[in-house]
């Protein structure tokens, strides 16, 4: 299986903290994303990472990818309250043809105290 | 910005009754997909769905289940004799060529009674 699995499964800090969530995997992958989910809504897409890249940045978010540990971090820099989500990594189920459903962990909730 | 669009909000059939759960992608998408996630577990993938015809299906799309996109717009779930263990949010998302991200709709949550 493909399955991301997200730790910490859930995770508090102060506003204005940084957060870091680790996402691991089993097997090649294509490319890795990151999804935040508030509750009662959909995923939002964050960010993708392709297997040749070791790091990117959007905005307050810096993603890593080490394809040798097969693991990935997402950090969220001066977290705000609007943060408060749960976070899920997510891979390709195929080999990256365009029709591949992606394959999800149990996502990590952050919750952002004011 | 453009939305995936997903109807009912909220569905609450009788074990055994058909269902169909109703998306809207996003219009000049080219893949289209569904969802679900059971109460408390993973987003799990049902389906996809290119060039008007089924791409790939996970082991839970069995015969029980059948996707549609009847017009240039919209792009259906059919769920036939629903079962409780159906009762779940069904999500529908789509997105473009090359290495797009995938667009997800807020959800349909089906409860089966």
């Known amino acids: 299986s493909q399955q991301g699995e997200e730790d910490p499964q859930a995770l508090s800090i102060q506003e204005g903290e940084n957060a870091t969530m680790n996402c691991s995997y089993k097997?090649?992958?294509?490319?890795l994303q990151w999804y935040r989910q508030n509750s009662g809504r959909g995923l939002v897409h964050l960010i993708l990472i392709r297997s040749n890249e070791r790091e990117k940045h959007s905005g307050r978010l810096r993603v890593t990818l080490d394809t040798s540990k097969k693991s990935s971090s997402l950090l969220i820099t001066a977290s705000r309250a609007a943060d408060t989500a749960s976070y899920f990594c997510a891979t390709l189920l195929g080999l990256g043809g365009g029709a591949d459903g992606l394959t999800f962990g149990k996502g990590t909730h952050l919750i952002i105290q004011p | 910005e453009p939305e995936v669009t997903q109807t009912p909000s909220h569905q609450v059939t009788q074990m055994g009754q058909e269902v169909i759960l109703r998306c809207v992608p996003i219009?000049?998408?080219?893949?289209f997909y569904w969802y679900r996630q059971i109460l408390g577990q993973k987003v799990e993938f049902l389906v996809s769905?290119?060039?008007?015809?089924?791409?790939?299906k996970s082991e839970i799309f069995d015969d029980q289940f059948s996707v549609e996109r009847p017009d240039g717009s919209n792009f259906t779930l059919k769920i036939r004799s629903t079962k409780l263990e159906d009762s779940a949010m069904y999500f529908c998302?789509?997105?473009?060529?090359?290495?797009?991200?995938?667009?997800f709709g807020d959800g349909t949550r089906l409860s089966i009674l």
């Open positions: 998302a789509s997105r473009g060529g090359g290495y797009q991200p995938q667009h």
């Open positions: 097997t090649s992958i294509n490319n």
């Open positions: 769905f290119y060039n008007n015809e089924i791409s790939e």
């Open positions: 219009s000049n998408h080219l893949y």
